[in-house]
């Protein structure tokens, strides 16, 4: 079982940053893959950005790439999801996750956070 807890959602405007964090505990060594998502009212869940805890590849939505940046803290079990130059359409709930792989579809995945709210004001 893995626990996921992330924080640093807030309110920015547009062109602004924001620091999410993402927090793992349990039994994370079963899962190699940490990725965001967001889903915005009345939409369907989309992938961000993934990370692999071995090797650290990265993985990007087109929508993000150039502008947000995932890394992790293997010591610490947190993962990061850097998001700069940000835009109103960027407003959404944001999850974090832990799977097997790094999967674009959310259903693939097999823990999942609280989420935490990003909105971005024009």
């Known amino acids: 079982q893995v626990q996921l807890v992330e924080s640093g959602g807030g309110l920015v405007q547009a062109g602004g940053s924001l620091r999410l964090s993402c927090a793992a505990s349990?039994?994370?060594?079963?899962?190699?893959?940490m990725g965001w998502f967001r889903q915005a009212p009345g939409k369907e869940r989309e992938f961000v950005a993934a990370?692999?805890?071995?090797?650290?590849?990265?993985y990007y939505s087109d929508s993000v790439k150039g502008r947000f940046t995932i890394s992790r803290d293997n010591a610490k079990n947190t993962v990061y999801l850097q998001m700069n130059s940000l835009k109103p359409e960027d407003t959404a709930v944001y999850f974090c996750?832990?799977?097997?792989?790094?999967?674009?579809?959310?259903?693939?995945?097999?823990?999942w956070g609280q989420g935490t709210q990003v909105t971005v004001s024009s």
């Open positions: 349990g039994r994370t060594f079963s899962s190699d893959a």
């Open positions: 990370i692999r805890w071995s090797g650290g590849s990265t």
């Open positions: 996750a832990a799977g097997s792989a790094v999967m674009i579809r959310s259903t693939t995945w097999s823990y």
